[in-house]
């Protein structure tokens, strides 16, 4: 049986693994502050035993979201094809976008402060559609200008309005 979110006659190029490097710091840095913080509390209302517990829970609440975030990260990948991008994503509930270059308007690469000093880029491609989830994160800068210049070309030789 043919997998949907896996077409056989594409390439797909993964984001870059430092998008999940940004991600986990982010994310079990929030988590290891937020336990630290309850810990202290219980330490300080019901004793020492509780904040433990809470200061495991914590552990392994952050360990838990380090596999999950890499391995989130690790299925987001992109392939350009003939006629349209591909974009994949997602474990639990994958995704599959197909945004055909005629129907592009315009192309954004975005960089928020984190990462820009991660070294990494994002490419958002805006449709006629209102909720198109047309994003690419995670590509390094060249990456992000060389997608971004070859969808430009693509949708102009489709009469896309770019």
Avoid at 101 to 110: I, L, N
Avoid at 118 to 137: E, F, K, P, S
Wanted: a positive charge.
């Amino acid at each position: 049986m043919d997998d949907p979110f896996d077409p056989f006659d594409v390439e797909w190029r993964p984001v870059s693994p430092r998008l999940a490097t940004v991600r986990r710091a982010l994310g079990c840095g929030a988590l290891l502050l937020v336990t630290v913080l309850v810990a202290v509390g219980l330490g300080l209302l019901a004793g020492t035993t509780w904040a433990g517990l809470a200061v495991l829970v914590g552990v392994l609440a952050a360990a838990l979201v380090w596999v999950l975030v890499g391995r989130n990260v690790a299925s987001w990948a992109y392939a350009e094809r003939a006629d349209d991008l591909l974009l994949r994503k997602g474990l639990l509930v994958r995704r599959l976008t197909v945004v055909p270059y005629g129907r592009m308007q315009f192309v954004d690469v975005t960089a928020d402060p984190v990462h820009r000093l991660a070294g990494l880029a994002t490419v958002q491609l805006h449709t006629a559609a209102a909720t198109t989830d047309a994003v690419i994160r995670g590509l390094v800068p060249a990456e992000a200008a060389r997608l971004r210049d070859r969808l430009a070309a693509r949708g102009e030789a489709r009469a896309a309005g770019l």
